[in-house]
Structures are given as C-alpha cells and as structure tokens.
C-alpha cells in the first residue's frame, strides 16, 4: 500500500505565496511520474503541473511561469512552489504519483489541501 500525505495549503492573500509538498510512503520500489491536480467547487480536477522520473516538468498553460513543480527522487517527494496567486487558484490541490510497487504499479492520490488565495 501507498500514502501521498499532502502539507503546505492554507489561506493567502492575492500576489503571496505559498509551497505544497507531498511525500509518498508505503511498500515503494519506484516513483515514476508525480504531479499536482486541483479542483475548484463546481469545477472538474485539472492538471496544474507534473514532473517525470528524469524531472521533465509540464504545466497548465495558464499557471506557467508563477507555480514551480520540483521533486526529490530519494525522498519521494514533489513540492510545488506558488507565487503571485490569484484568488482563482482558490482549490483543493491532490497529489498524484504513478508508483511502483512489489509486483504492480498504479496510480495514487493525496487526500488533498485547501488553498485559498483572497482578494
């Protein structure tokens, strides 16, 4: 079995920062791709950015150059740094890991944390 534990949201002002970090545990033999997803009341989970095992990083064309996806492979963790926020990236952000374990590989999420961004 897999945990992601999820740390780091909280409530902010527009134009501050915040940094979310993820650590996943559990019987792991390799983290592949990791990544970050939110959600917004009434709104369907988008992809806010991911990083792969050799640290290829994608993001949402909209969050591109103010949020920073990073990971450190022997920790197993995935942090992801957000500057400039507006109170649109209000949302619950989920952790995302392709894991492998002893005899499978799957998909895994966090429990997920609050951001709130005022205006």
């Known amino acids: 079995q897999v945990q992601l534990v999820e740390s780091g949201g909280g409530l902010v002002q527009a134009g501050g920062s915040l940094r979310l970090s993820c650590a996943a545990s559990g019987m792991i033999v390799s983290v592949n791709a990791m990544g970050w997803y939110r959600q917004a009341p009434g709104r369907q989970r988008e992809l806010v950015a991911g990083i792969s095992s050799r640290d290829t990083t994608n993001y949402a064309d909209s969050l591109k150059g103010r949020f920073t996806i990073s990971r450190d492979s022997a920790k197993n963790t995935v942090s992801l740094q957000m500057n400039s926020l507006k109170p649109e990236d209000t949302a619950v952000y989920y952790c995302?890991?392709?894991?492998?374990?002893?005899?499978?590989?799957?998909?895994?999420w966090g429990q997920g944390t609050q951001v709130t961004v005022s205006s």
């Open positions: 995302n890991a392709d894991v492998t374990t002893r005899g499978s590989r799957g998909e895994y």
